[in-house]
T-cell receptor, first 113, second 110 residues
Framework: NAGVMQNPRHLVRRRGQEARLRCSPM?????VYWYRQLPEEGLKFMVY????????ESGMPKERFSAEFPKEGPSILRIQQVVRGDSAAYFC???????????FGNGTRLTVT | RKEVEQDPGPFNVPEGATVAFNCTYS??????FFWYRQDCRKEPKLLMS???SGNEDGRFTAQLNRASQYISLLIRDSKLSDSATYLC???????????FGRGTSLIVHP
């Protein structure tokens, strides 16, 4: 019973490059959430998706950030033209229904040099 | 006022102690409540859901007070392995977005 799978675990990008973070939800889960956590900070909501739909992206910066959850394949969080301030841990979580507990992946630690 | 507020701590307690954390939330329409635990540089893990009538899971007891808009977590007989950050999570009606508190740090020492 595979849990939420995120990859890569660690990602290093130079300023101006693109970062692609992938997340496969737990089997049977159709709700995917992305959160960002800065060092010594709490988890900040970014985006909530269901298959082929962005339900709520109110926590995502308007520029450079995008997310998708296609019919086939993992959810992707894409950050274009990364800056040092994007360095953080990005966690993906999935749930089977709204109001159900979230199950988290191991996270992707993005470092921008 | 922040949506979900927690005392960051740290709470420094000896093994065997009983410790309690509170978490307040601002949206009276909130529907679901959870406690998570996060170890350093790891992903959050579900500790327990919080039900209106209160619920217990071994040494852990969670309570919900809708009138005062807070939830609590009580840990009895603390173990060294309980040292972690405890995150309060609230899901508001309508948005279905789980909002996390910043967490309360617990350090259990011998």
């Amino acid at each position: 019973n595979a849990g939420v799978m995120q990859n890569p675990r660690h990602l290093v990008r130079r300023r101006g490059q693109e970062a692609r973070l992938r997340c496969s939800p737990m089997k049977g889960h159709s709700h995917v959430y992305w959160y960002r956590q800065l060092p010594e900070e709490g988890l900040k909501f970014m985006v909530y998706l269901q298959k082929e739909n962005i339900i709520d992206e109110s926590g995502m910066p308007k520029e450079r950030f995008s997310a998708e959850f296609p019919k086939e394949g993992p959810s992707i969080l894409r950050i274009q033209q990364v800056v040092r301030g994007d360095s953080a841990a990005y966690f993906c979580a999935s749930s089977g229904e709204t109001n159900s507990p979230l199950h988290f992946g191991n996270g992707t630690r993005l470092t921008v040099t | 006022r922040k949506e979900v507020e927690q005392d960051p701590g740290p709470f420094n307690v000896p093994e065997g102690a009983t410790v309690a954390f509170n978490c307040t939330y601002s949206n009276s329409a909130s529907q679901s409540f959870f406690w998570y635990r996060q170890d350093c540089r790891k992903e959050p893990k579900l500790l327990m859901s919080v039900y209106s009538s209160g619920n217990e899971d071994g040494r852990f007891t969670a309570q919900l007070n809708r009138a005062s808009q807070y939830i609590s977590l009580l840990i009895r007989d603390s173990k060294l392995s309980d040292s972690a950050t405890y995150l309060c999570v609230v899901v508001s009606g309508g948005s279905y977005i789980p909002t996390f508190g910043r967490g309360t740090s617990l350090i259990v020492h011998p």
